[in-house]
T-cell receptor, first 116, second 110 residues
Framework: GAVVSQHPSWVICKSGTSVKIECRSL??????MFWYRQFPKQSLMLMAT?????????EQGVEKDKFLINHASLTLSTLTVTSAHPEDSSFYIC????????????FGPGTRLTVT | QKEVEQDPGPLSVPEGAIVSLNCTYS??????FMWYRQYSRKGPELLMY????GNKEDGRFTAQVDKSSKYISLFIRDSQPSDSATYLC??????????FGQGTRLTINP
């Protein structure tokens, strides 16, 4: 099956610094990638949709200047949390879409961000 | 009102029991319905998907969609301890964007 990786798997940073999270599709080309965040014991909330070579589209309430998304190639999307604050601490998960069918969306293992 | 409602549980059953997990939703435009399994600190794994109403079976798992009631279910037969995980329902909002339920934590006791 299709594999999506994320790096790092966990990161701790100080308040005010920026953190970059990578999402890679390892054995397929992803036309679209999605970024979610998940708080403890809560559901996944879609943050943004990332298409290769174009600007990401953000969901309502998500600050695009705080969560910078770059989709540089068909196998790599990055999420940068800028000027991180403790309330940004969360589990960030990416997913990648293959042939365009909804069910062919594969999720990465997630990145746990803790901001101190 | 949330678009998708799912009882967070926790749900604990003995090994071998039949498990029933459910979600309700409010948006009648939803057409794709998915069930994901998520282990602790891992990404979700697609278990089953259904398009529109009806039933779908895959091994010990059966997914049901009743669009008239805006209600979907996942049944697990002959449950195993390895089935212990959080189960998330999800629906496509459009443009492949998914809306997830809160997830139900399930424990199968040996």
């Amino acid at each position: 099956g299709a594999v999506v990786s994320q790096h790092p798997s966990w990161v701790i940073c100080k308040s005010g610094t920026s953190v970059k999270i990578e999402c890679r599709s390892l054995d397929f080309q992803a036309t679209t990638m999605f970024w979610y965040r998940q708080f403890p014991k809560q559901s996944l909330m879609l943050m943004a949709t990332s298409n290769e070579g174009s600007k990401a589209t953000y969901e309502q309430g998500v600050e695009k200047d705080k969560f910078l998304i770059n989709h540089a190639s068909l196998t790599l999307s990055t999420l940068t949390v800028t000027s991180a604050h403790p309330e940004d601490s969360s589990f960030y998960i990416c997913s990648a879409n293959t042939a365009g069918e909804t069910y062919e969306q594969y999720f990465g293992p997630g990145t746990r961000l803790t901001v101190t | 009102q949330k678009e998708v409602e799912q009882d967070p549980g926790p749900l604990s059953v003995p090994e071998g029991a039949i498990v029933s997990l459910n979600c309700t939703y409010s948006n009648s435009a939803f057409q794709y319905f998915m069930w994901y399994r998520q282990y602790s600190r891992k990404g979700p794994e697609l278990l089953m998907y259904t398009y529109s109403s009806g039933n779908k079976e895959d091994g010990r798992f059966t997914a049901q969609v009743d669009k008239s009631s805006k209600y979907i279910s996942l049944f697990i037969r002959d449950s195993q301890p390895s089935d212990s995980a959080t189960y998330l329902c999800a629906m496509e909002r459009g443009a492949q964007k998914l809306v997830f339920g809160q997830g139900t934590r399930l424990t199968i006791n040996p």
